[in-house]
């Protein structure tokens, strides 16, 4: 199932589109796209709404499936794996953190964070809570292990969902708007742990419409109507 990944590259999108079924007929949402992230690099996506990058983003987590193309991440071919397969490789590779924070509200902060190695069965029981909370520790929330969600502040509750990204040392963090739900000072907070991850060796995708977070990320991407564009060139595979 597993290819080993060239060239340093932790994430591969080789011509991929994806097409959806609409009452009009065909839509298609991403047109013939390629990118190409290395392990340990910090890349921001940028677009208007509708544009194609939360389906870039979910072709990526393999949350959905390309109509065309390939996607390789972490030396998986995503389009060749079951839905089960697909659950525990992203339980294990990659380290989601959404703009909501998607919490679960009947679970402590602490119980949160270990609920990934539970599902994929990483670490030992008796283990989990102790790199739990090393987590929220390194996140700046020990002193809020215990607490329910809802008893937190925006900007605790998605240092406790990164946390939680984090639990079983995935290679790559995907952030979808992960500021978007923060005000200017938390979100600046959060934005420097993320900046410490990727020192550490993380590979961060973030989708951000944050003007003044973009400008400081080392490498963007800009989605327009299903193509993908750096530096001002498109990325699009023409097809003849």
Request: charged share 20%.
């Amino acid at each position: 199932m597993s290819e080993n990944s060239t060239n340093g590259h932790l994430v591969h999108v080789d011509n991929v589109i994806k097409n959806f079924q609409g009452p009009a007929g065909t839509i298609h949402v991403l047109k013939s796209v390629n990118l190409h992230v290395r392990e340990g690099e910090f890349v921001g996506v940028r677009g208007p709404s509708g544009s194609g990058k939360s389906t870039l983003i979910n072709m990526i987590t393999g949350i959905d499936r390309p109509t065309g193309g390939s996607v390789n991440v972490a030396g998986h071919k995503l389009e060749k794996m079951s839905e089960n397969e697909l659950a525990r490789f992203r339980g294990k590779h990659i380290g989601v953190i959404f703009q909501f924070f998607q919490l679960l509200p009947t679970l402590t902060t602490v119980e949160n964070v270990m609920l990934p190695m539970d599902f994929c069965r990483m670490w030992k029981p008796s283990e989990r809570p102790e790199r739990a909370m090393a987590l929220l520790d390194q996140v700046g929330l020990a002193d809020q292990a215990h607490k329910l969600p809802n008893t937190l502040s925006g900007g605790q509750q998605q240092r406790a969902a990164i946390a939680r990204a984090l639990a079983n040392d995935p290679p790559l963090l995907v952030g979808d708007e992960p500021t978007g739900n923060l005000d200017s000072k938390t979100a600046d907070t959060v934005f420097t742990l993320f900046n410490d991850l990727v020192s550490k060796g993380k590979t961060f995708l973030m989708v951000t419409h944050d003007k003044e977070l973009a400008g400081r990320i080392p490498r963007i991407i800009e989605v327009y109507d299903g193509i993908l564009y750096e530096d001002g060139k498109a990325t699009t595979e023409q097809k003849q």
